[in-house]
Every structure is written in C-alpha cells, then in structure tokens.
C-alpha cells in the first residue's frame, strides 16, 4: 500500500490526494477534503462595524450649540457697548455738575454700581459663549485656553457651578445698589431677606455640585 501525499506545487492546506490503486482504472486518485481550516472559518470573529448612521448625527449635533454660542457673545458684545456708553454720559454728567452733597454722591455710587452690575451680566454671556464652544464645538483643556484656566472650567459641571458664583456677587451688588438708593427701610429688610435666601440656596446647590 502506497502513502498519503500531498499534491506537489499546492500553497497551505489542501486537500489530501490518495493515489489509485494498480491496476485501476483511470489515473485519478481519491481526494479527501480538507476539514483543518473549517473551525476557524466557522468561529472567526466578525469584523468590527463603523459608526452608525444615528450615532454619527448624535456626534454632529454638538454644532447645534453655535446658535447659543452666538446668542450669548452678540448679547456680551452688545452689553460692554452699553457700559461703555453709560460710563462715558456718567462721566461726562460729573464733569458737567461736580456731586458737593452727600445725595449727589449716593447718586452717583447708584449709578456705578449698576454699570458694575450691568457689566457682571455681560461677563457672565462671555463665559458662557466661550465655555460652551469650548467644551462642545472645539474642545480644549483648561491648559490650552487661558480663559478657562482663569475660571478652572474644565467641564460643563464646572461651567454652573461659576454661573452660580456669578449670580451670587450679582445679587450681592443688586442689594448694595438698593440699599444705597433707598436706606435702611422696611423694604429693604425684606429685600435684604430675599436676596439672602437666593444667596443661600445658591450657596447651598454649589457645594453639592462639587460632590
């Protein structure tokens, strides 16, 4: 009985050609199929799939936030013109009638800190329209933008938590604003009161934010 050989010139695993026997007929021998190779055909690993077409449209709906982005640094542009026009009339109001009174000065501390309180506003859009495209259309750590390192905003977790901040110094000046224009009233007692409930609550909300 001969071997079992394999067809010469054949490259990796092959079918095994068994030899006629003499005498029989024809020079064709018997092929067995080769199984080898069938278990990693059958058991392959699937090739891993592409983003789908959902997840792609979810990815790019972060640009959406432009509109708010936009909103916010045209109303932050628009408030620093007012102040600066605002300051220019107070100043050139002083330059015209110099305050010799005590009520002419309280007036006019009125007056600054509402363009204090105006300008608070207005950086309050600014950071508002420079975090968020930031954190959404151009991400970027607090290392590589000035702006965010300033303010320690590396997530928008991190941006309400400075908005709360913010409101709170603006209330703070809203309540110095009254007081200095209306006096130690009743109403201001219940302004004051107010005011330092929102303070608290803010107070309050942030530091469980940080948690």
Not at 34 to 54: E, I, K, M, Q, S
Not at 77 to 94: E, M, P
Request: aromatic share 8%; charged share 15%.
């Amino acid at each position: 009985m001969q071997r079992c050989t394999r067809a010469s010139g054949s490259a990796g695993p092959g079918p095994e050609v068994f030899p006629a026997p003499h005498g029989g007929a024809g020079n064709a021998g018997i092929v067995l199929p080769d199984t080898r190779g069938g278990a990693h055909h059958a058991t392959g690993a699937a090739l891993p799939r592409g983003p789908g077409t959902v997840e792609n449209i979810f990815k790019s709906s972060r640009f959406l936030v432009i509109v708010a982005v936009f909103t916010s640094a045209l109303s932050a542009a628009l408030l620093y013109c007012a102040s600066l026009i605002i300051i220019f009339n107070v100043g050139a109001d002083f330059l015209q009638a110099v305050p010799t009174t005590a009520d002419a000065g309280k007036a006019l501390a009125v007056k600054l800190l509402k363009i204090l309180d105006l300008l608070l506003i207005a950086i309050t859009f600014q950071i508002i329209a420079v975090s968020l495209y930031r954190l959404f259309i151009r991400p970027r750590t607090c290392e590589d933008s000035t702006f965010l390192g300033a303010l320690e905003i590396s997530s928008f977790h991190d941006l309400k938590i400075t908005l709360v901040q913010v409101a709170v110094v603006i209330l703070v000046i809203l309540f110095l604003e009254h007081a200095v224009e209306v006096g130690a009233t009743l109403e201001s007692l219940y302004f004051g009161l107010a005011v330092g409930v929102v303070i608290l609550a803010s107070v309050h909300a942030w530091r469980h934010m940080k948690h």
